[in-house]
């Protein structure tokens, strides 16, 4: 059973990202909800660890990009070369054909490049020399970018973080499990995992969120807060109809993960944040998730 | 905003700079037909120059919007301007009046139009329009000119509206915008209506001198000819409505003007000076009996005529000054059309006390300007010799008409030198205007005061509204005869053939007959006139629906006047002049509950709860004892664990409560509402634990 394999799955991830569990579920509902994921934290703080563990733990192949002000997109995406022994020239495919891709602060990259990587990130095909060539399914992007450092950055523009199903942070560890990390002998022993649940599995996991109903009453109450964030004047510019339909596709990943079979108020609430807030800019400069949370606290629900 | 957000109301955001974006071609086109019918239509009021001269501003805008082309170079523009100046001034001969506005504003639309550009002067146009619209009301506030008024101004708005939103998929629905917008400013329209205070009198406008119309009155002259012309004006002079049941037909003598003065047949209308005002002030007030009156309320068509009719004869007019000669002057025009009431002596020849029964002008009211010829001064001496009193005379005239088949026609042949020789002796034939002259003359030849007096006789009586519709086709004109120290009314027309008709049956009844075949004037066709088929009756039935309709806006809605007004106020109570503010605060306040209505209107609906919610809510309630509340935004998880932790005992029923509840409203398969129900219906948490699970 799905639950059973998830049940472990969370056990195996909570044994390697210690104290996070929140952070683990929301990037595995995101993968199960077939979108990709921010994560915007310093570095040191596990982010490559969270990354390669779910890489491991569902089997798929993984590859890294360390994103730098001189990165091309044939860096990504691969290039073209002409093979003098067989005097054709044929397509060295880039890292970015691959079931995981971490994007290592993506924000030092230029916009050129950033752009190469969103657009493979939209429809889950590149380009190459005017020919469509599509990605691998799954296809899980997980990007970084440090919050503090910004010089020599080039901040995705809001257009681009609209891309992002869910973002999250992981923050420091609890005092024990920092302690309970420091005290582990060998950093390598968390790689290298054994798959818990395969691709065709987790095909199926990502069919089955599709299946997760959605009450009127649900509808009702999530359009509530979209037309909230358009018209409260707390927003330069509200949740566009994208972002609803993505705030509700993580939802219905989240009620699976919980074990539901639709989608409750709750889950609405819950992903607020991470789906939510890093499309937003409030007109006061103020900090958005406070905002959203505000509009959370003013919509009636029963 | 912060009570905007509390009840959940947001308003649009307010755009932070003024829309700029280029209007729709399809728009401007719709624009273009408006000015188009504001111009157009200008030919009912303005001068020719004027609309031939908007029309050819009209056309340059109207080509350059549809070939795409470039606005007219400004110094363009600024000849048009200035010679719109010279042609309103030339034309009208200066400002004053409202044609020269209206005029002006016409123009000024059309070149406010040739130089538009932006989507400002656009706006500026439409206002114009509406301006423009409501303007015609000056001229004309029929029930139709309503109608038609208010389709232009919801055109007119539509486009505004079309102007305002770039995105051309709202466009459909403008015009339904507009309709609701005008609905909604209804109430608040008749509010006004009724209580706005009106200014006494006319509006504070001069008529324009050229807005005399000679066509809406009697003519102050009597010449032959004068009135078969009017028999053909289908127009309504006025209309009448008695207290109680219409008199017959040929009671109807609705007496306006008295003419005395005779030349060569033509007779004329003297007007009132000081010395007659003078006369007036001494004369005795007529009295008479209640029961003998006749009662009736006019309104009046617009008309520029002094003289205003009453039901012969008049008593104590309401509504201008009744002259020594029984006629009824007015001294201040209305420029619209007007009411009053009348009253009449049930018997139309009452003894009229006058001047102690003596005539102070006999001299005049017998002077002739000519002299009978030898066969009437030989047919006179006849009367006299078997008269033996005045009346006599009278009645020798009239038998002499009857038994030679004098014939009453709209066409008669002309007459030459002695008209009075040849209208006796030789044409025979003639309408009212020959016979009220000939007798006249014949009653002052014959010694008898006598003078022609000139109305309207009859009317159509109007099933549908049950009033009496007066036209011009039946103005009338008869006699009258100082006989036996009084004034008796006496009308030629009668005793000649068809004359007879014209006067029981009414100058409708005639005229069918003669359209039916003017040659041929046999009695079926007016037997058919007065028993009419089913066909012909629905049809009548159907014209007088109409002009009731029109009748019924003119008495209620035009001929509500500051004195209505007055009325109307004194009789809810505001009695005094302050009083005024009393209303205008009143007026405020009704203005304000209209605009809270509306805004009411805006707050969302409280959302229909179901079964299942108000179950759920129940369930809450059962909780309040606890202090446990639900907050607005709390979902019901959220609640249900915060009740659990106060109440731990209850846990499990809270929970499936909760659980049942999310899988009716939320859930993929809603489950047993009645299972719910039943649930929340045993669930009575005592503060006291339950037995089973007591300490004690």
Not at chain 2, 303 to 323: R, T, W
Not at chain 2, 330 to 338: D, V
Request: aromatic fraction near 10%.
């Amino acid at each position: 059973m799905p639950a059973n394999q998830l049940d472990t799955l969370f056990e195996k991830l909570d044994t390697i990202i210690l104290g996070n569990s929140q952070a683990t579920r929301l990037a595995v509902a995101c993968l199960l909800a077939r979108g990709h994921l921010l994560i915007e934290d310093i570095p040191g703080v596990g982010k490559t660890t969270l990354a390669h563990a779910l890489a491991d733990l569902f089997g798929m192949p993984f590859k890294r990009i360390q994103f730098t002000s001189d990165l091309l997109p044939t860096d990504i995406i691969g290039m073209t070369i002409f093979d003098v022994d067989s005097k054709k020239f044929h397509f060295k495919r880039g890292p970015i054909f691959t079931s995981t891709l971490l994007a290592d602060e993506i924000n030092r990259a230029t916009p050129k490049t950033q752009s190469a990587l969103l657009q493979a990130m939209e429809e889950q095909q590149v380009s190459v020399e005017g020919r469509q060539v599509n990605l691998p399914d799954p296809f899980f992007v997980i990007a970084t970018q440090n919050p503090l450092e910004q010089s020599g950055t080039f901040p995705l523009p809001e257009s681009q973080l609209d891309r992002f199903l869910i973002r999250i942070s992981l923050g420091y560890p609890g005092p024990e499990f920092e302690k309970a990390l420091l005290s582990r002998t060998a950093r390598k022993a968390n790689q290298g995992q054994e798959p818990l649940i395969d691709q065709d599995q987790l095909r199926a996991l990502s069919a089955e969120v599709d299946s997760i109903h959605a009450s009127d009453a649900i509808i009702d109450y999530l359009q509530n807060l979209l037309h909230q964030t358009r018209h409260s004047g707390r927003f330069v510019t509200g949740l566009s109809p994208r972002a609803g339909l993505q705030w509700l596709q993580a939802a219905k990943a989240w009620a699976l993960l919980q074990g539901r079979d639709s989608v409750l108020p709750d889950d609405i609430k819950e992903l607020a944040p991470f789906t939510a807030c890093h499309r937003l800019h409030c007109n006061d400069g103020g900090d958005t998730q406070e905002q959203i949370a505000e509009i959370i606290m003013q919509t009636e629900v029963i | 905003m912060k009570l905007l957000n509390k009840f959940k109301i947001s308003l649009p955001p307010l755009p932070t700079a003024p829309p700029t974006h280029t209007p729709q071609r399809r728009t401007l086109l719709l624009l273009t037909v408006l000015v188009a019918i504001a111009v157009f239509s200008h030919f009912l009021l303005g001068h020719l120059v004027i609309v031939v001269y908007g029309v050819i501003i009209w056309a340059l805008k109207a080509a350059s919007i549809a070939r795409v082309a470039a606005a007219p170079p400004r110094w363009m523009v600024m000849v048009f301007t200035i010679l719109s100046f010279v042609l309103v001034l030339v034309l009208y001969g200066g400002w004053n009046g409202q044609r020269a506005g209206i005029s002006f504003l016409v123009l000024l639309a059309a070149l406010k139009f040739l130089e538009s550009q932006s989507l400002r002067d656009y706006y500026l146009v439409c206002l114009i329009l509406l301006f423009l619209a409501s303007s015609s009301f000056l001229f004309n506030s029929s029930l139709m000119s309503i109608v038609v008024v208010l389709c232009y101004t919801i055109g007119t708005i539509a486009i505004m509206l079309r102007l305002s939103d770039p995105s051309p998929e709202h466009h459909g629905s403008a015009l339904i915008t507009s309709s609701t917008i005008l609905v909604k400013a209804l109430p608040l329209a008749v509010l006004l209506f009724f209580f706005f205070p009106r200014i006494h009198g006319n509006f504070g406008f001069i008529p324009s001198q050229d807005d005399l119309r000679g066509d809406s009155q009697l003519n102050d002259s009597l010449v032959a000819g004068d009135f078969a012309n009017s028999a053909f004006s289908n127009e309504p002079a006025f209309r009448v409505e008695f207290e109680g049941s219409t008199p017959p037909k040929n009671l109807l003598y609705w007496r306006a003007k008295v003419m005395i003065d005779e030349r060569n047949f033509a007779w004329e209308v003297r007007r009132p000076d000081a010395n007659t005002f003078r006369t007036v002030r001494d004369m005795p007030p007529r009295t008479a009996e209640e029961d003998q009156l006749i009662k009736y309320q006019i309104v009046h068509e617009p008309s520029e005529d002094d003289f205003l009719p009453y039901l012969d004869y008049a008593y104590n007019p309401e509504h201008g000054m009744q002259l020594p000669d029984a006629s009824v002057f007015r001294f201040k025009k209305e420029s619209g059309l007007f009411a009053y009431n009348g009253e009449a002596s049930r018997f139309p020849n009452m003894p009229e006390p006058q001047n102690q029964g003596r005539l102070a002008n006999q001299s005049e009211l017998l002077s002739t300007r000519s002299v009978p010829s030898a066969r009437v001064q030989a047919l006179m001496r006849g009367w006299r010799n078997n008269a033996r009193r005045p009346s006599d005379l009278v009645d020798q005239a009239l038998a002499y008409m009857r038994e030679n088949a004098f014939e009453y026609s709209l066409t008669p042949p002309g007459l030459g030198d002695d008209p009075v020789d040849e209208f006796l002796f030789e044409t025979r034939s003639g309408y009212c205007e020959h016979y009220a002259s000939t007798f006249t003359i014949l009653m002052r030849w014959l010694g008898i005061p006598a003078r022609v007096v000139v109305g309207y006789q009859g009317g159509t009586q109007n099933v549908v509204g049950n009033y009496l519709q007066v036209r011009y086709s039946d103005a009338h004109a008869w006699s009258e005869v100082w006989i036996d120290n009084r004034w008796q009314r006496v009308d030629p027309t009668a005793v000649s053939s068809l004359g007879e008709q014209r006067i029981s049956q009414g100058m409708a009844a005639l005229l069918a007959l003669w359209e039916d075949d003017l040659i041929d004037r046999n009695a079926a066709s007016l037997t058919d006139y007065l028993n009419p088929s089913s066909y012909e009756r629905a049809i009548r039935r159907l014209r007088d629906s109409w002009d009731n309709m029109g009748y019924q806006w003119n008495k209620w809605v035009i001929n509500y006047d500051f004195n209505a007004q007055k009325t109307l106020l004194t009789n809810l109570g505001f009695e005094h002049r302050n009083s005024v503010y009393t209303l205008l605060g009143l007026l405020i306040a009704s203005v304000m509950a209209m605009m809270l209505f509306y805004f009411w209107q805006l707050i969302p609906k409280a959302i229909k709860l179901g079964e299942a919610q108000q179950t759920y809510l129940r369930f809450i309630g059962r909780l309040k004892k606890f202090e446990l509340l639900k907050e607005p935004a709390e979902t019901p998880l959220e609640f249900a664990e915060r009740a659990t932790a106060q109440l731990p005992l209850y846990e499990n029923q809270i929970n499936e409560i909760t659980e049942n509840y999310l899988q009716l409203r939320y859930g993929k398969d809603p489950g047993s509402l009645e299972k719910f129900q039943a649930l929340v219906k045993h669930f009575k948490p005592t503060s006291k634990p339950a037995g089973n699970n007591s300490i004690s």
